[in-house]
């Protein structure tokens, strides 16, 4: 059952606002993945609204309140723009940032008309640079890439070059995902990131971390690793489906200022959207 059903049913019949009630609410906000911290202080937020204010419709409050909590967090960066795009995809193993590469440039593609280049960045994997070469045949988008073992850095270069040549509006660049604790890999990011600031210093760049919603507080430890090393602007959450439970994205907000710019939420091309935090807070709550 997702967490919005949860929540729903928990409010459902409710007529008591004493201390249990909340109580037992910041049990259920933290088994929804938020922290304990955030699932206390959200509940104790709620309560002290709800005493003040006689409210009577718990729920709706209550995402308002999330909501609130989204909004607090730096705004999402700007993706589409008349300048040249950078775009680095960050995250570990397994968590699909080289299918969100894919999927992210047919949504730029066919919603903005932009022509994308893809940067087969994690040359650690052979299996990551024939994957993306796939996806590029597929959507018919050049893929720049040299051979496994090469220097990830040059790639991302390269690809910047031919976009500045006139080859594109946007790069994406699909990195290497080993675990996010070896300094070996963050010095590598930093290093991908030196070049990116020298080849397009007038260029829009961005650096997005790709999590998956399924691993829960997990994945909030790996944003914040991530984000230490080199600043992230923002996060997509993928592989939000029925077992993902989803309250990382309230402690990515308020706890680290990480707005969440895209979910995905299946395999295909076009499942990914833009994050709207006014329908994740109500969904979240259980309403609609």
Known sequence: MKIGERIKNFFQGKTALDDETFDDLCDLLIEGDFGASQGYKTAEKLKSICKKEKVDDMPEKLAQLLECELKNAKPAPQIISDQLTAILLLGVNGV???TTAAKLSNLLSTQFNKRIILAAADTFRAAAIDQLKIH???LDMRV????????????VFDALEAALSGGAQVVIADTAGRMHTKSALVEEL???DRVVETKAKEANYLKLLVLDATTGRN???QAQTFHDAVALDGVILTKYDSTAK???VFSLASELNLPVVFICAGEKYGDI?????????????GIG
Do not use: L, N, Q, S
């Open 96 to 98: 699909g940032k080289t």
């Open 136 to 138: 590029g045949e597929k």
């Open 144 to 155: 720049v890439a040299h051979k496994h073992g090469g220097d990830p850095a040059a790639v």
């Open 190 to 192: 930093r290093k991908i």
């Open 219 to 221: 994945a909030f430890a």
């Open 246 to 248: 989803g309250g990382v």
């Open 273 to 285: 959207e833009f994050f709207d935090p006014h329908k994740f807070a109500r969904e979240f709550a």
